[in-house]
């Protein structure tokens, strides 16, 4: 689906050239669900703008849906393929009411208006936000909003859609309406999510994560694989999601747990376990 | 207090008023205000008010609505009745101290109220009926023949849609960032007019700052969307002018010719 080779990237200003990415070499195949972490400045949004050619590569080639994404005759096969959520649900929305928005995608690529309409009312029920469809957006909660960002990117019917930190201004119910979406997207209907987070529960979640730093991919892996890593992840300035930290602890304090526990789950299956473990020794 | 603007305020529903085409509705709109100016007597503002009333009616939308929308003009129209009533030359009807209200000064001071209400409340229903959508789709296609001599009725109107799209957005901003400064023990209220508008750069700054920021987000997230300006574009809504869009047309030569006739008929003075 998307894949990099080489891929380098500097932005360029009068007076200073500023390397952000180099050396990227990755493949993201089809119905994959990819978290991408790395603290701040690490070059994750700059990927993913790389991803569907709102930046171009300065050094190395990435291919998307097997396109060169240097072609700028394909520059829509890309767009309509790769769609992106960005952060502030706000600066997403263009229309002042949902279905208009949702609808603003595929009026760009030209489709019928009778096949727009079936694409928002398909991508408001994918959302759950159909009843809202005649709303204003100033009038959602953030995660209303978000939600409707994400059908606006349905509607143009992507193969993959990547999403840079969709969480960060939310709530927590917020958060959990989102992440509950993404998943769905991506069981149910197929689509491949690369999701950027700081949050590594969300991270967990994923099939696959990868860990950027310094404008690299230093970790490539599964989740149990990169997040129970300790030592590693916590050089590269992140931390382990707060199951792995607990059991890293009473591990050290010296009970006897298995400390390679990513959700939450597992880490009750595995207190209960020593539970009862202690009582009946 | 920001929040509850109704001015430019759309409610949906299915009413005729609501199923009319925006570009006729612009047309009438226009009609109504021209011929409002023409109306000057007591039987002319009598049916004005009656058709209104029924338009009100037909729109399905509470009477509240509308007067709230008048409240930003409460002030225009109780200081122009005062001047007129006080300034117009003619018969005295009784003095106060040297001012002296006459009889056409309060009988223009009437008109007038009534039809800047008039005026507000027809504009309103437009607004009220229409989804700021439609209304900018409606100017698209007005002005899209001067499209030919380079005026980029497009980009004209996916600039209104943007603007209005971010004016409560950005309201609510307003409100936080006055919040925070007074907060920050910020003074808006006191000094001439000058240190008024000094203590309003805190606000405003931030305010501009965040605009480019919000402008710069939104053009990535317009092109990730495969925006790329009119050509090629289809809507959702396409603009269909109906049978009742034709009969609300036929009504313009009668409304004309009522206020013709109105103006015949002044009984007395009035
Ligand atoms: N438009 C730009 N011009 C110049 N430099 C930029 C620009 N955008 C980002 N950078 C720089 O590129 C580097 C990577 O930025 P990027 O936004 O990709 O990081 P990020 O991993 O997304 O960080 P965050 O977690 O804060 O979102 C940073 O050092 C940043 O200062
Ligand atoms: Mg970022």
Same mark, same amino acid.
Request: glycine share 6%.
């Given at each position: ?140 909660? @953030? ?7 994400? %059908? ?15 969480? *960060? ?33 969300? %991270? ?78 | ?11 949906? @529903?299915?009413?005729? !008023? ?19 100016? !023409?109306?000057?007597? %007591?039987?002319?503002? #009598? ?12 729109? @399905? ?7 709230? @929308? ?28 040297? !001012? ?28 009220? #009926? ?22 980029? *009725? ?117």
């Amino acid at each position: 689906m998307i894949k990099t080779e080489e891929l380098k990237f500097s932005y360029k200003s009068e007076d200073k050239v500023t390397d952000v990415l180099n050396d990227i070499n990755i493949n993201i195949i089809e119905g994959e669900f990819v978290a991408v972490l790395g603290r701040n400045g690490s070059g994750k949004s700059t990927f993913a703008k790389l991803m569907n050619a709102i930046l171009l590569p300065t050094g190395g080639k990435a291919y998307v849906c097997g396109i060169d994404s240097a072609d700028e005759d394909k520059i829509y096969d890309i767009r309509k393929n790769i769609g992106m959520v960005f952060q502030n649900p706000d600066n997403q929305l263009v229309a002042t009411i949902v279905e208009e928005d949702v609808a603003f995608g595929p009026e760009n690529l030209g489709v019928e208006p009778s096949e727009i309409r079936k694409r928002v009312d398909w991508a408001l029920d994918v959302v759950g936000m159909r009843e809202f469809a005649e709303a204003a957006p100033h009038h959602l909660s @953030g995660g209303q909003k978000q939600r409707i960002a994400i %059908a606006g990117i349905l509607a143009m019917k992507p193969q993959c859609i990547v999403l840079d930190e969709p969480t *960060a201004m939310l709530d927590p119910s917020g958060r959990r309406e989102i992440i509950n979406t993404v998943k769905q997207l991506n069981r149910e209907l197929g689509i491949t999510i690369v999701l950027i987070t700081h949050y590594m529960d969300e %991270a967990a979640l994923a099939d696959r994560i990868i860990v950027m730093s310094g404008g690299s991919v230093c970790l490539d892996g599964t989740p149990k694989d990169v997040l129970t890593q300790r030592e590693r992840i916590k050089s590269l300035g992140l931390d382990t999601p707060q199951v792995t930290e607990l059991m890293y602890n009473l591990k050290a304090c010296g009970f006897d747990v298995n400390d390679k526990i990513i959700n939450v789950e597992e880490c009750v299956n595995e207190l209960l376990r020593l539970i009862k473990k202690e009582k009946n020794d | 207090m920001i929040r509850d603007i109704t001015l430019g305020q759309f409610f949906p @529903g299915k009413s005729l !008023l609501h199923r009319l085409d925006p570009r006729v509705k612009l047309l009438w709109v226009l009609v109504y205000i021209i011929l409002l100016f !023409l109306v000057n007597t %007591a039987l002319g503002f #009598t049916l004005y008010v009656v058709i209104t009333a029924v338009l009100i009616k037909l729109s @399905g939308i509470r009477v509240k609505m509308f007067f709230k @929308g008048m409240r930003p003009i409460v002030f225009l129209l109780v200081f122009t009745a005062v001047i007129n009533m006080f300034m117009t030359a003619g018969e005295p009807i009784f003095k106060l101290g040297f !001012l002296s209200v006459t009889k056409e000064g309060i009988r223009i001071a009437v008109f007038m109220a009534l039809r800047l209400m008039l005026l507000v409340t027809g504009t309103s229903l437009l607004t009220f #009926t229409t989804s700021p959508i439609m209304l900018t789709d409606a100017i698209e296609r007005i002005l899209s023949p001067f499209s030919k001599i380079g005026v980029p *009725a497009d980009a004209i109107a996916m600039m209104m849609t943007i603007a209005i799209r971010f004016i409560p957005t950005i309201l609510e901003e307003t409100d936080k960032i006055i919040k925070a400064q007074k907060a920050r023990g910020a003074d808006f209220e006191s000094g001439n007019i000058l240190a008024r508008a000094k203590a309003m750069t805190p606000i405003l700054i931030p305010l501009f700052i965040s605009a480019f920021r919000r402008a710069d987000e939104l053009a990535v997230a317009m092109e990730c969307r495969c925006y790329h300006g009119g050509e090629g574009r289809t809507r959702l809504k396409q603009l269909k002018i109906s049978k009742i869009d034709i009969e609300s047309l036929c009504f313009i030569p009668v409304l004309l010719i009522l206020v013709i006739f109105s103006r015949q008929f002044s009984l007395g003075l009035m």
